[in-house]
């Protein structure tokens, strides 16, 4: 199976080349955003758990996220292969995620890190927010906590996949097409 976690802050394109990546490689899209999101719209029980931390751009704490990833996962028994979408944002989320695999005997494969400027970020999740209406995209309070909250938290999952050899760095600036091309390439490697 081709299981791989696309990494980077929030803004980074994650969503977008997600999106190309499960059309192009058939795979199951797991992006813990969207299912809170969808929880959320549903009013069920999980959603009204993490609502309080999404709306002030704190991470759900790792056993609510656990539990729904896991669930996912059991529930395409068929998959090709999963993309890891914002999950894990913790260390502990990502020594979760292997063991979860290690019961299907099937590992990460590598991690897709997209890098993209501070600035950057901030000019794309304020333009984000106009569109998509999404509150936490909305404040700069917010969205400055959330990158705060990936470089404490977040950023030290890159580390656990590096001591794995499989960390992989992608300049997350350019054209949708570019930066997508550049992906394929080093998803092309993984095995
Ligand atoms: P995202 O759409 O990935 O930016 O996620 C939106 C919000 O959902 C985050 O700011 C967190 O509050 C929550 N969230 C999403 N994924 C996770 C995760 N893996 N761990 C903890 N919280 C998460």
Known sequence: MLNIVLFGPPGAGKGTQSEKLIEKY??????TG????????????????????????FLVPDEIVIGMVDEKIKSDEDSKGFIFDGFPRTVNQAEALDSLL??????????????????????RLLERGKISGRTDDQSVEKIDNRIQV????????SD????QSKYNSIDGVGSIDEIFSKICTTIDTFN
């Open 26 to 31: 058939n795979l199951t899209h797991i992006s």
């Open 34 to 57: 969207d299912l809170f999101r969808k929880h959320l719209s549903e009013g069920t029980e999980l959603g009204k758990k993490a609502q309080k931390f999404m709306d002030d751009g």
């Open 102 to 123: 290690a019961t299907k005997n099937t590992p990460i494969l590598g991690m897709v890190a997209l890098e993209v400027p501070f600035e950057e970020l901030k000019k």
């Open 150 to 157: 990936y470089l404490d938290e977040t950023l030290p999952v």
């Open 160 to 163: 656990f996949y590096r001591k």
